[in-house]
Each structure stands twice: as structure tokens, then as C-alpha cells.
């Protein structure tokens, strides 16, 4: 079973800067894909970067360019550093692992509020 911690979230004005880190523990050893998704209020939870073994990323059209996704393994966590961020950007976001057999964990959530 795997565990995934959040933290980093917080309240910062347009323009600004955040980022998230998200520990993982338990059966970490399958993992293959980690990764940030978001949820705004009202709408359905999106992808906003994955990182793949390999260091291969994947981000979504709206944060490319202002988002970077970073992945520490010895220290099995990964990172999303967020610049310039937008009022769009407000969501709670959560942090994704997936293992090779496809078994999917997610993080509890941590709020990003950014006003305008």
C-alpha cells in the first residue's frame, strides 16, 4: 500500500510562486508514474503534470511554460513548482502515483488559492 503526503499549498496573489511536494511510503517499489492533478470547484478533476520513469513529463496545455514538474527518487518525492500563477489556477490539488500493474493512489488534496 502506498501512502502519498502533500504539502506546499497555500495562498499567494497573481503573479506569484508555489510549489508542492508530495512524499511517498509504503510499496513504492512499482511505481512507475507520479504526478499532480486539480479540481477546481464545479469541475471535474484534471491532469496537470505527470512525470514517468525515465524522467519523461507530461504537462497540461494551460500550465505549460509556467509549471515544472521534478522528481526526487532517492527521497521518493516529487515536486511541482508553479510560477506565475493565474486565478484560473485556484483548485485543490492532488498528488497521483501510479504502479506498473496500473493500480492508481492519490493524495489526500492541498488547497491553492490565488487571487486576482
Known amino acids: 500500500q502506498v501512502q502519498l503526503v502533500e504539502s506546499g499549498g497555500g495562498l499567494v496573489q497573481a503573479g506569484g510562486s508555489l510549489r508542492l511536494s508530495c512524499a511517498a511510503s509504503g510499496g513504492i517499489f512499482a511505481i512507475n508514474t507520479m504526478g499532480w492533478y486539480r479540481q477546481a470547484p464545479g469541475k471535474q478533476r484534471e491532469l496537470v503534470a505527470v512525470?514517468?520513469?525515465?524522467?519523461?513529463?507530461n504537462y497540461a496545455d494551460s500550465v505549460k511554460g509556467r509549471f515544472t514538474i521534478s522528481r526526487d527518487n532517492a527521497q521518493n518525492t516529487v515536486y511541482l513548482q508553479m510560477n506565475s500563477l493565474k486565478p484560473e489556477d485556484t483548485a485543490v490539488y492532488y498528488c497521483y502515483a501510479r504502479e506498473t500493474t496500473g493500480l492508481r493512489y492519490w493524495g489526500q488534496g492541498t488547497q491553492v488559492t490565488v487571487s486576482s
Open positions: 512525470i514517468i520513469s525515465g524522467d519523461s513529463a
